[in-house]
């Protein structure tokens, strides 16, 4: 079994780990910069048996739609090089199992506090929503960039291995957390201190199959934790360090297939010509599509589009699949377009090109002018210096917000007054990004006042944080963060 270079369009890393359901790996950054992703190749055998596509399709829909803030956000479930993938939005380190062999320095009884409080957090929500986890192990919890716990493989044992009712399912993940909060307390946590007593005090209020009650515990029991737990400091510190690492490699291996690329274009078509389709746009970015003798009806879901591929026949089959699957998360490209574009690059009729050649003069003459606007635009809008930044505040709702409601979050930047651009970036505790952003300051405008909506769903109790980053090209960024809390019965 051969490893493609791409998945989805992205470069694949060398990185990778073996997990229960497949092998994990680390996707390179996106064309704009984007955070590497990850992606699980699922293993061949477990999609063998009859219909364990279509539950493996099933489970990763239920638990998108429930959009977690617990839960890595889903990407993709697309089918390449005969293999099915699933793309999250975080590449799978570190993982709480790595930080408990590595021993990673500075991990407390704050750390196990808040992997604890997050994960049962993220496991009830699922209960209620009649899902369950089914394989929640240390290898399972991910660290987001600012340290906060995300599960990996949600639902996926009951769609691929286990056959268990959704009661047992989820008595097996509190019995699991149970396990957890011992671990931690046991690895980070001092033995004979209040907060060792508090972490097994929720391991056996757990194990008698209250999950809700041992996270109701832990929380309350918050005295015995330090004052400034809720930082996360050592948990983002080697959050920040996984995800550098992976970044910085990804981007050299997606440098050396562009490269590869750029010098033998023939031997990559050639490689490619099976598999892919060179025209096909998905979600916006490079990557494989449908052919368009292989498009199918497609089925509207919550978050986007199922395209069903047509099967293909038994000489264009590589492995002799016939139940192809392809989800795509997000709007995609709607067959007309696709048809559209591919128009726009079709041969030109015979008389096209004399017709050609009597506009190109005019043409010329027409871009000459255009150049020289351009020149005069840029003089007219280059980019100047912006304002310097000297403070930054986030202002969140004080009242906890009920089921569905948006937290209206409000971040305040104090400069010197001068006007241009301010370039900042929202950091959620979810582990969703907004990017960077760009608010043109006033001249005398000291207070720049910038916006974030962030809306929660579903049951359960939640506390979000959103962090200001005003990013200054001369230093570190100026950061600021506020909070907000959200209940759901």
């Known amino acids: 079994m051969t490893t493609p270079t791409t998945v989805g369009g992205r470069a694949l890393s060398d990185w990778s780990r073996d997990g229960r359901f497949g092998t994990w790996h680390a996707l390179g950054p996106g064309d704009a910069g984007e955070p590497p992703h990850g992606v699980l190749r699922i293993d061949r055998a477990l999609l063998a048996p009859p219909g364990a596509r279509e539950r493996l399709a099933a489970a990763v829909v239920a638990v998108a739609k429930l959009r977690l803030p617990g839960v890595p956000a889903t990407v993709d479930l697309v089918r390449e090089s005969g293999d099915v993938w699933l793309i999250v939005a975080r590449p799978p380190a570190r993982t709480v199992a790595d930080l408990l062999a590595a021993g990673a320095p500075g991990l407390d009884e704050g750390s196990a506090a808040s992997v604890l409080n997050e994960t049962a957090q993220t496991l009830l929500a699922l209960h209620a929503a009649g899902l ?4 929640f192990t240390p290898d399972s919890v991910v660290l987001a960039p600012d340290g906060t716990a995300l599960l990996l493989e ?30 931690l307390g046991t690895a980070w946590a001092e033995a004979g201190t209040p907060a060792a007593d508090l972490f097994a005090h929720c391991s056996e209020t757990a194990e ?8 109701t515990t832990l929380t309350a029991g918050r005295a015995a934790l330090p004052r400034d737990f809720l930082r996360r400091t050592a948990l983002r510190t080697a959050a920040t360090a996984a995800l ?19 010098a033998t274009p023939a031997d990559r078509t050639a490689a490619d010509s099976d598999t ?18 292989a498009a199918a009806g497609e089925q509207a879901t919550v978050l986007g589009k199922r395209n069903e591929r047509a099967p293909a026949t038994a ?35 015979p008389g096209a090109t004399r017709r050609r050649r009597r506009r190109r003069a005019g043409l010329l003459g027409a871009f000459a002018v255009l150049a020289a606007v351009a020149v005069v635009l840029w003089l007219l809008l280059r980019p100047t ?39 900042y970036r929202w950091l959620r505790s979810d582990g969703q990004e907004s990017g960077e952003l760009t608010r043109t300051a006033r001249s005398g405008e000291r207070e720049v006042v910038v916006h974030l909506q962030w809306t929660v769903r579903g049951p359960g109790l939640f506390r979000g944080t959103a962090r ?3 990013l200054r090209p001369d230093g570190s960024p100026i950061e600021a963060e506020g909070t907000f809390s959200y209940s759901c019965a």
């Open 276 to 293: 892919a389709d060179p025209e096909g746009t998905v979600l916006g970015r490079r990557g494989r599509s449908t052919p368009p003798t």
């Open 154 to 183: 949600a639902s996926l044992a009951t769609a691929l291995v286990e056959e268990a009712p959704p009661a047992s399912a989820q008595h097996a993940d509190i019995t699991a957390w149970a396990a957890l909060a011992r671990t």
């Open 468 to 470: 200001l980053q005003v």
């Open 208 to 215: 008698s199959g209250d999950l809700a009650t041992a996270r």
């Open 244 to 262: 550098t690492e992976l970044t910085e490699t990804a981007r050299r291996e997606t440098e050396a297939i562009e490269e590869a690329t750029e």
């Open 315 to 349: 000489e264009a089959s590589n492995d002799g699949d016939d139940n192809e699957i392809l989800l795509r998360f997000g709007p995609g490209v709607p067959l007309t377009e696709e048809e559209s574009l591919r128009a726009l690059w079709a041969a030109p009729a």
């Open 385 to 423: 210096a912006g304002p310097t930044v000297t403070a930054a505040e986030v202002k969140a709702p004080t009242q906890r917000l009920s089921c569905g409601q948006t937290a209206e979050v409000t971040g305040v930047v104090t400069t010197d007054g001068r006007g241009g651009p301010l370039t």
């Open 132 to 135: 369950a986890h089914g394989s």
